[in-house]
């Protein structure tokens, strides 16, 4: 007898989702009472990636959404997903959005953790170079501009990464993301990419499949390449000594791009890798954690 009660049950709550259904195709733009935001991890990393996936949608619903002014890319998949960004100085807290069509809309507000960063306390000022004469800051900040544009253009690209990213040499790590100098409780500077060993003329790779968006000598990159891989994602490969590709050139998944090189302001050669969701730097690590294989040896 409970057992024909639960069936009883169970069949009363499909008719119920297959009313949901109904009223939202004939609504044409509403999210489901029932659709949840979840995230994975479920408390993100400051400076890292991390998934949103959409429970309980319409079949068929066009997801739009963001995430700390980032727009958010959803897959065609019953239980849609995007990958996010946290910023690195974000709140203990985020808001994400997800619109269903229309201006119907879900909401969820989720905790993040701090990276734990390592920061090295400076008891005296930081020893600043001589600061850039006026042609040399303007040339840094146009510089800047180029690369947040190629940061932010990756919103409009459609995606072109396919499968996993892979790390960009087969190489030790020699220096981690998020690293900080602080200075009178303000923090002065911080290590936004990921450094992998390398000789000079050692071979970098995509990190996935791209169009280059800049091949250029940068005043700190020295000889740099980015790519635009699409839906939010782009990568940046700097101090080159030589690059092998050519902007507008579409490069696939583990192609040579460059060589390993000490151009730009470095003390020695290494690769500095960098990974950008919108205008939002990450952790290249938390790209390979997220989406990201076993290829490339790990630190
Ligand atoms: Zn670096």
């Given at each position: 007898m409970s057992g024909r009660a639960a069936f009883a049950l169970g069949a009363i709550v499909a008719v119920c989702g297959t009313a949901d259904y109904a009223n939202d195709s004939m609504g044409g733009a509403t999210c489901t009472p029932a659709a949840t935001i979840v995230t994975e991890p479920a408390i993100p990393t400051q400076g890292a990636l991390f998934r949103v996936r959409v429970r309980n949608?319409?079949?068929g619903s066009q997801l739009t959404g963001s995430v700390a002014g980032e727009a958010l890319h959803f897959s065609a998949d019953s239980i849609p997903e995007s990958l996010a960004a946290a910023p690195?100085?974000?709140?203990d807290s985020l808001t994400i959005v997800v619109r269903c069509g229309g201006s119907d809309s879900i909401v969820a507000r989720i905790g993040t953790t701090s990276g734990n960063y390592p920061i090295e306390r400076l008891q005296v000022a930081p020893a600043f170079g001589r600061p850039p004469d006026s042609a040399t800051a303007a040339r840094i900040d146009r510089e800047s501009k180029r690369a947040v544009g190629v940061a932010t253009r990756s919103h409009t690209t459609p995606q072109l990464w396919v499968g996993p990213f892979r790390h960009p040499r087969d190489a030790r790590i020699t220096s981690g993301f998020g690293g900080g100098r602080e200075y009178n409780g303000a923090?002065?500077?911080?290590?936004?990419g990921t450094d992998f060993a390398g000789t000079t003329g050692a071979p970098v790779l995509a990190a996935n499949r791209g169009v280059v968006r800049i091949v250029d000598a940068f005043f700190?990159?020295?000889?740099v390449v980015y790519i635009d891989h699409g839906a939010g994602l782009s990568s940046a490969y700097l101090h080159?000594?030589?690059?092998?590709v050519a902007a507008g050139d579409t490069v696939q998944r583990g192609q040579t791009i460059g060589r390993v090189g000490a151009t730009g302001r470095v003390t020695g050669p290494h690769l500095h890798f960098i990974v950008r969701y919108g205008s939002v730097t990450v952790d290249p690590l938390s790209l390979f954690a997220v989406a990201g294989d076993s290829s490339g040896t790990r630190p």
């Open positions: 949608v319409a079949p690195i100085d974000s709140p923090i002065t500077s911080r290590h936004m700190y990159g020295g000889n080159l000594s030589r690059q092998l």
